[in-house]
């Protein structure tokens, strides 16, 4: 069973890396999901609340998004003493071009809340990759 979480701020490759690691690892059986498709059905709060709820479906799985870090921290919340429903988690930190002042104050919040959770996944083995991914142009 392979269950990836990939976070981190606006624009650091979230979603072409979720593709190609879906690709390189040919899981047919799984899916791929993104928490930018709850923009507009959600609000913010909304949004890592469904895709906390996307944690607990089995394996193979990839989420990804901005949501990502925020929808761990609701299901452990939802879970207490629970290990952390995912194998690895992945955090891209360097944006591929300029960001909105609005993409710096959320790819700030991104970091703030993935500190936060990062001993909690740690303590319970899963491996969580910090990318420095080189930017790009």
Same mark, same amino acid.
């Given at each position: @069973?392979?269950?990836?979480c990939?976070?981190?701020?606006?624009?650091?490759?979230?979603?072409?890396?979720?593709?190609?690691?879906? $690709?390189e690892?040919?899981?047919?059986h799984?899916?791929?999901?993104?928490?930018?498709?709850l923009?507009?059905?959600?609000?913010?709060?909304g949004?890592?609340?469904?895709?906390?709820?996307?944690?607990?479906?089995?394996?193979?799985w990839?989420i990804?998004?901005v949501?990502?870090?925020?929808a761990?921290?609701?299901?452990?919340?939802?879970?207490?003493?629970?290990?952390?429903?995912?194998?690895?988690?992945?955090?891209?930190?360097?944006?591929?071009? $300029?960001?909105?002042?609005?993409?710096?104050t @959320?790819?700030?919040?991104?970091?703030?809340?993935?500190?936060?959770? $990062?001993?909690?996944?740690?303590?319970?083995?899963?491996?969580?990759a910090?990318?420095?991914?080189?930017?790009?142009?």
């Amino acid at each position: @069973m392979t269950r990836i979480c990939i976070t981190g701020g606006p624009r650091t490759g979230k979603t072409t890396l979720a593709t190609d690691l879906w $690709e390189e690892d040919d899981l047919p059986h799984g899916i791929v999901r993104h928490t930018d498709d709850l923009i507009g059905l959600h609000d913010w709060s909304g949004a890592s609340q469904v895709a906390s709820e996307w944690l607990d479906a089995p394996g193979p799985w990839i989420i990804e998004g901005v949501a990502v870090s925020r929808a761990l921290r609701k299901w452990r919340a939802r879970h207490p003493g629970e290990p952390p429903p995912v194998d690895e988690v992945i955090f891209l930190h360097t944006p591929h071009g $300029e960001l909105t002042r609005g993409q710096l104050t @959320m790819a700030k919040g991104v970091e703030s809340v993935h500190a936060e959770i $990062e001993p909690w996944l740690r303590e319970h083995g899963v491996f969580t990759a910090h990318q420095y991914v080189a930017k790009l142009g």
